[in-house]
């Protein structure tokens, strides 16, 4: 395979119909369309104000980018300390994990109102020597905005006020409340979006590029690679390497395959994350969409149904994943191979998948430039909110069952799952799983710190479900999910069975000049998406970790084993 390519292993029936709609493609001038910003190619509303992304690798400012990564260099910058939720950070957070052994500074990515996450991400930055980037496109994003409270607040502790603001840089729309801000504070500048870039397609813009040049990378390299993709992705023929994986993955789709399982090398995975905000927040509206299903760990062909397409990207130097993506070709399982020979390719990669989720929006019939359902959980928690500041706490959960240090405490329909005339919380759990059916997928939604602890479980947690139900399964860290598949939960097919997870916290952390803290900001967020996942009628069901939230996070693991087991 060649640099951009893709390779189809896939049944007769899915390959004819990826042909037909290949040539149908073909005949209404697809691409030739989408380059011309044609809206009438999705649903005809105002999808060509959101399609500055295509020309974003030929409007780089490539010039000053490098003289800002020189500049950071000079000042002998060290840690690269990024603020941003979704599309402000998960391109940057991919470039960091993935050519950080090229960079000359480490990027710290914090995406999270959990307080220990918080302070162990501070934990590992050394102001005196660091950058603040704050990135947010609208300018009132609130995970954002409260992070730089605490961060500005910390700089001057460590520098002093009047030079706190010089540590750091925002990115944001013109005219936004945070330029304003970084104005009063004196940053040191504001990098400016393009309005017409929505967020998740931000990557090559300089949401993306900006964090890229401060860490030290070669930011001229990567825009040449992602400009050789775009040139690629306008070709009107069938060679198209964009427009022939989005084809597959919306036909795919149609015909029920839309689990989208991602299998990357581990120098590939931080990949993952990027790609699941771009395709499910873009796709999953209106009953319908793709799920992308990352970091979850391949397993052999009869743990899976026949509600998956297998996309493998092949990096040219791990080839630890050729055999068990094989045995999944060999039986039956739909597989894409991309092929990407080098690490720089990334940013070729980025603008791949940006093409692909435009065609596959128009396959499905959707505007993969709006995110409806998003709005509804701020708006939850914005209330929530506002009723801790009038009253001083938040409205009283209702406790169903305990065992321990796990209680349920939101439940819809919980007298229909009982299996006897006594509630217990391994008969709950057993009966929340067992609702799940061929086609679905499991979602397990943690409002905890996003550590290798953590992960670890969830891993497991998950993986007991797949192999067991033979489902695909998805983990979800709050918030930072909530501005990444969040969108596709609420507003996608209705085959997602939730388990929520929260916890206390061990030690709270407070928000300079506001009158609630970092748990109370992550408690009503919670709250928010339990109650728009009900509201959307979907399967959820949550549950409270009291004490040592690692121990209450196993005791659950434990639980999901057992339900499991009980029903295999």
């Known amino acids: 395979m060649g640099e951009g390519t893709i390779a189809l292993s896939i049944p007769a029936s899915l390959k004819a119909a990826v042909a037909d709609a290949s ?40 010039e000053e980018l490098e003289a800002l990564r020189r500049e950071v260099a000079a000042d002998g910058v060290r840690d ?43 934990s590992r930055v050394d102001l005196e020597r660091g950058l603040v980037i704050v990135s947010s496109k609208s300018g009132t994003t609130l995970e954002t905005a409260r992070l730089a409270y605490y961060l500005l607040d910390r700089l001057a502790t460590v520098v002093g006020r009047d ?9 944001t729309d013109p005219g936004s409340a945070l330029e304003e801000v970084a104005r009063n504070a004196r940053f040191r500048r504001v990098w400016h979006g393009e309005p017409t870039i929505g967020g998740r397609f931000s990557a090559l813009s300089n949401f993306g590029l900006v964090p890229a040049a401060a860490i030290g990378l070669d930011v001229r390299r990567l825009v040449t690679e992602a400009q050789a993709m775009a040139n690629a992705c306008g070709d009107p023929g069938p060679q198209n390497p964009g427009v022939a994986l989005g084809l597959v993955l919306g036909v795919a789709a149609a015909l029920g395959r839309d689990n989208a399982t991602l299998a990357l090398p581990p120098g590939l995975a931080p990949l993952g994350s990027w790609v699941e905000q771009l395709v499910a927040e873009s796709t999953g ?37 050729e055999a068990p993506v094989a045995a999944l070709a060999a039986a039956g399982q739909p597989v894409v191979t991309v092929a990407m020979s080098h690490p720089l390719a990334v ?15 128009a396959i499905l019939d959707v505007n993969p430039f709006d995110q409806p359902d998003v709005e509804a959980s701020k708006v939850a928690s914005r209330a929530l909110m506002r009723a801790y500041e009038e009253h001083g706490e938040l409205p009283a959960s209702h406790e169903v069952v305990r065992d321990g ?61 797949r192999d067991g139900r033979q489902v695909a399964t998805a983990v979800g860290f709050g918030p930072r999910f909530l501005h990444s598949s969040g969108q596709l939960f609420k507003g996608g097919p209705d085959r997602g069975v939730f ?69 295999q």
């Open 405 to 465: 240090g796990v209680s349920v405490v939101s439940a819809e329909e919980l007298s229909a799952r009982k299996a006897s005339g006594t509630m217990t919380m391994e008969g709950v759990v057993s009966a929340h799983l067992g609702e799940l059916r061929p086609g679905d997928y499991f979602a397990l939604l943690l409002y905890l710190g996003r550590n290798a602890e953590t992960l670890a479980v969830a891993e497991r947690i998950r993986t007991t479900v």
């Open 499 to 567: 388990l929520q997870v929260t916890a206390d916290d061990p030690e709270d952390l407070p928000i300079p000049g506001h009158p609630y803290s970092f748990g109370v900001v992550k408690a009503a967020q919670a709250r928010g998406d339990a109650q728009i996942l009900e509201a959307r009628g979907r399967r959820l069901l949550s549950v409270h970790l009291t004490g040592d939230p690692r121990q209450g996070l196993r005791q659950l693991e434990a639980l999901v084993a057992s339900a499991v087991a009980g029903r």
């Open 285 to 321: 509206k209106a009953g319908r969409g793709v799920m992308p299903v990352v970091d979850e760990p391949l397993g052999p062909p009869e743990a899976y149904g026949d509600d998956r397409l297998f996309v493998y990207v092949r990096d040219g130097a791990d080839d630890r994943l």
């Open 347 to 361: 940013t070729a990669e980025f603008f791949r998948w940006e093409v692909a989720t435009a065609v596959c929006g």
């Open 80 to 122: 690269v300390l990024l603020l941003g939720m979704g599309g402000s950070s998960l391109a940057p957070e991919v470039l960091g994990d993935v050519l950080g052994g090229q960079s000359d500074a480490r990027l710290h990515v914090l995406d999270s109102t959990d307080p220990g996450q918080i302070r162990a991400t501070m």
């Open 163 to 171: 030079r706190a603001g010089s540590r750091c840089l925002a990115i």
């Open 23 to 62: 040539a149908q493609w073909e005949r209404d001038r697809g691409t030739d369309r989408l380059w011309a910003l044609d809206a009438g190619l999705w649903t005809g509303s105002d999808e060509d104000c959101w399609l500055g992304w295509l020309e974003a690798p030929d409007r780089a400012p490539v």
